[in-house]
């Protein structure tokens, strides 16, 4: 796994700025950190938890998901039982089972609905009890990094991270006057760099 060390180490020789005279290391570490955010927003698989989801809402279908989630990307089973859980369209449950959103609960949810454009909120069917509990995979932001640590995620994003770090080091000389075509570039490559995962 790439030290964040590391990670800044390589920015510093692309900048040609190894001893921080320009760029200083804590403005690097928090473009590397504001890249974290900015990859898992575009790649949400790069960042996972799989959790078992408790703590639902007794007899209410729309259940927040965790407060560090940024997009579900499956609901699983039934922790209790090992029952599936699949997903379905919210058409599709309205026109299959009228008025499911007021429907008590047996235990087991057996549907879900999920919608990116309110991507904090799942709906239940049937409702959740007082004990229903999901298994769940979501993304989400790792915590910012320091340069004692390793890199939040996997290797094959290191290459972006710094892309994204020099994207934002240019984009700064390029407000007092430098070359923003090479902030265009580094962030062309960034892109490039997330396409191929």
């Known amino acids: 796994m790439a030290t964040v060390q ?29 890249a974290y955010k900015v990859i898992v927003k575009l790649v949400p698989q790069s960042s996972v938890k799989r959790i078992s989801y408790t703590g639902l809402t007794a007899n209410k279908p ?18 209790a039982s090992g029952k599936d859980v699949s997903m379905i369209g919210r058409e599709a449950l309205d026109s299959s089972v009228s008025g499911w959103y007021t429907q008590s609960g047996t235990g087991d949810i057996k549907h879900y609905v999920y919608d990116a454009l309110n991507p904090k909120l799942v709906w239940l069917y049937p409702n959740p009890t007082i004990n229903t509990s999901v298994e769940i995979s979501y993304s989400f932001v790792p915590s910012n990094a ?18 994204y ?24 490559a960034f892109l490039q760099t997330l396409i191929k995962e």
């Open 6 to 34: 590391s990670i800044l180490d390589k920015a510093e020789l692309l900048l040609i700025d190894e001893t921080n005279i320009h760029w200083s290391e804590d403005e690097l570490l928090g473009w590397l950190n504001d």
């Open 62 to 79: 729309d259940q927040d998901l965790p407060s560090d989630s940024i997009v579900l990307l499956g609901m699983h089973y039934n922790t």
């Open 146 to 163: 320091d340069t004692t640590g390793d890199c939040h995620l996997d290797d094959t994003y290191v290459t972006s991270i710094i892309d």
């Open 165 to 188: 770090i020099l994207y934002r080091a240019y984009l700064k000389d390029s407000a007092t006057g430098g070359d923003s075509n090479r902030a265009t570039i580094a962030y062309q």
